[in-house]
Nanobody, 115 residues
Framework: VQLVESGGGLAQPGGSLRLSCVGS????????MSWYRQAPGKSRELVGF???????YVVDSVKGRFSVSRDNAKKTSFLQMNDLKVEDTAVYYC??????????WGQGTQVTVSS
């Protein structure tokens, strides 16, 4: 199993970025995909997820600004981030829960929001 994120970078407050997570080594369409982030000095936290049935959830702090989607044909999950704020600065990770005791993380992609 491999998860590879891309799309991070520098954005201005109010700007947008779209992160991608390409999965390989498993049947992508059978699994929900999650996004987490870790800001400097803070614990890793859930940002949102999309189920294998295309049900999406994002946490309250990003609701209305972020959305999670997927393209099963491309084996890719997306995190669309709009109206970015300085406090969104973090390393963003893709996450796959394979089973109750097995999970996988991507390598992470840095998002920096600064003027």
């Amino acid at each position: 199993v491999q998860l590879v994120e891309s799309g991070g970078g520098l954005a201005q407050p109010g700007g947008s970025l779209r992160l991608s997570c390409v999965g390989s080594g498993f049947t992508f369409e059978d699994f929900g995909m999650s996004w987490y982030r870790q800001a400097p000095g803070k614990s890793r936290e859930l940002v949102g997820f999309i189920t294998n049935g295309d049900v999406m959830y994002v946490v309250d702090s990003v609701k209305g600004r972020f959305s999670v989607s997927r393209d099963n044909a491309k084996k890719t999950s997306f995190l669309q981030m709009n109206d970015l704020k300085v406090e969104d600065t973090a390393v963003y990770y893709c996450f796959l829960r394979w089973s109750s005791d097995t999970h996988y993380w991507g390598q992470g992609t840095q998002v920096t929001v600064s003027s």
